[in-house]
């Protein structure tokens, strides 16, 4: 039985994200010390990050937003319909003054190591600048895509042009990103991801040659951003408190529900009539709204992709190009889909050309940039749009240990094992928010991260009242809510495709486990069952 011991702090959440700002606030509001800690020197997370050129949201500015709880919306003006990323770091900023918690931050800082101690029942945080210090609850609030995947190429220290991932656009004497003048240019993007896919039309307009080094082509859609008027802007304001009631319905939380049919119920020209709305209609539609079978089917999954195919065929002039940027390595749908503008387009220019890394990979960098066979492809700048280690990548750089010394990287080697994507059985008074299993990696981050925030917050609220130190999951409640994780995720089409939110092990001894980061049972589903386990007085836990 652990003994009582007063740490430095109640808890420490690591990250100033959004998700992170807010329960670090609720916390202080409810009268917990608490520590925020990020790497970055100020708060935004993905926003403070993220800054190349085409970065933007690909969901509704005004559906990203449960600072409405703290007055931030009503006041807001979007000038877009998805928001770019200086405007949403400005948005994230404006609710941080308002929540007035940078003064719960050290910014500039890292968490290097957290380790549980078990004779104190605190955790020991080690911090990048040497100092240590001691939390009751570590929280973690680290993002499900802040770890960056830089490819190691063999000789790209030599390469003598700019390189850098696009998650570390290179910064001027202030911190700000640097524009970046391709002019004259001749620029490469490894990727095409969402990332990929945002940088691409732009860095195609003004670079000399712009060369996309393609290894698998993702669906990509129009995004089909636009100004939002005052007139609108006034509109959306009135109909705020619904849009966030509604979104709340869905099962990602962003503000689209599924068609009730399924393809085969349909006629073909219905079907194609319904793509055809959807393809022109800006945002997720046509992958949120499509068929209700769509990552369930395949042959309601053929449907769609033929349709896109038939798009991409149509858009990109170079038939032996457009052919290349048709995936057929997965279903529609069963990777996020990049919400493009002009995307498809930059391939008809003659400065843009694609180079397919798949057939025939890089196999070394050299002085002037990488070398695919004879070829070199001599470069100003390389642009390393190759995403991220998801969901867990952040914590595996993280040296967290729980009961016993035991490492977390270890207890979650073949895929992580949790309770409501919240506690793992071992490691004590630790939540991982947006973490693994709890729905919102593959969510509406503000809405679901908040959900999350809160939730933990009333826990923490009841273990006070009830003079409890500490929690951690019953091994039988971790099994089965790890269980029926799998099993959901097993049943769709998304099971066989490489994507962010799967992990993949080679074991030594040649088997190869595939693992679902993500909780694919839907944002309603989960807050209920989350409800249900508060209602029940934290069924599941084991408190002391
Ligand atoms: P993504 O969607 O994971 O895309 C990464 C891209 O980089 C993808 O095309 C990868 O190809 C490619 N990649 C990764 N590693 C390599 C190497 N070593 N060589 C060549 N190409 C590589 O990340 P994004 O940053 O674009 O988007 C992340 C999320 O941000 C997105 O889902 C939205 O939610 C917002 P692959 O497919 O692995 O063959």
Known sequence: ???????????????????????????????????????????GGTWYWNR???????TESYAYGY???????????????FAGQAEMLRYVNAATDKMDI??????GT??????????NNVWTITLDDGSELTCRHLISATGPLSASNMPQYAGLDRFQGEAFHSSSWPRDDQGRAKEIDFTGKRVGVIGTGATGVQIIPIAAETAEELFVF???????????NSAISDEDMTLIRTRFPTILEYVKTTPTAFPYHRDRRKASEVSEQDRTAFFEGLYDKPGYGIWLSGFRDLLLSKESNQYIADFVAGKIRQRVHDPDVAEKLIPTDHPFGAKRVPMETDYYESYNRP????????????????????????????LDVIIFATGFDGVTGSLDRIDIRGHAGEKLIDAWADGPSTYLGLQTRGFPNFFALVGPHNGSAFCNVGICGALQAEWVTQMLLY?????????QPTAAAEKQWTDAVYADFARTLMADTNAWWIKVTHKPDGTVVRRTLVYVGGGPEYRKRCEEVAYNGYEGFEFA
Not at 13 to 39: E, F, H, R, W
Not at 110 to 119: G, N
Not at 214 to 224: A, D, E, S
Not at 463 to 471: F, I, K, N, Q, V
């Open 1 to 43: 039985m652990p003994k009582l011991m007063s740490p430095d702090f109640d808890a420490v959440v690591i990250g100033a994200g959004v998700t992170g700002i807010y329960q670090t606030y609720l916390l202080d509001q409810n009268g917990m010390s608490v520590l925020g800690v990020d790497a970055a020197e100020d708060v």
């Open 52 to 58: 190349y050129p085409g970065c933007r949201l690909d």
């Open 67 to 81: 600072f409405a709880l703290k007055g931030i919306i009503p006041e807001w003006t979007w000038s877009e319909h």
């Open 102 to 107: 940078r003064r719960l931050y050290r910014f």
């Open 110 to 119: 890292k968490v290097i190591s957290a380790h549980y101690q078990d004779e």
């Open 214 to 224: 393609q290894r698998t082509p993702n669906w990509c859609t129009p995004l089909g």
């Open 351 to 378: 400065n843009v050309h694609l180079v397919d890394i798949k057939a025939e990979p890089i196999e070394e960098f050299v002085e002037a940039g990488p070398r695919i066979g004879d070829r070199v492809y001599d």
């Open 463 to 471: 273990m006070r009242a009830s003079g409890l130190t500490y929690s």
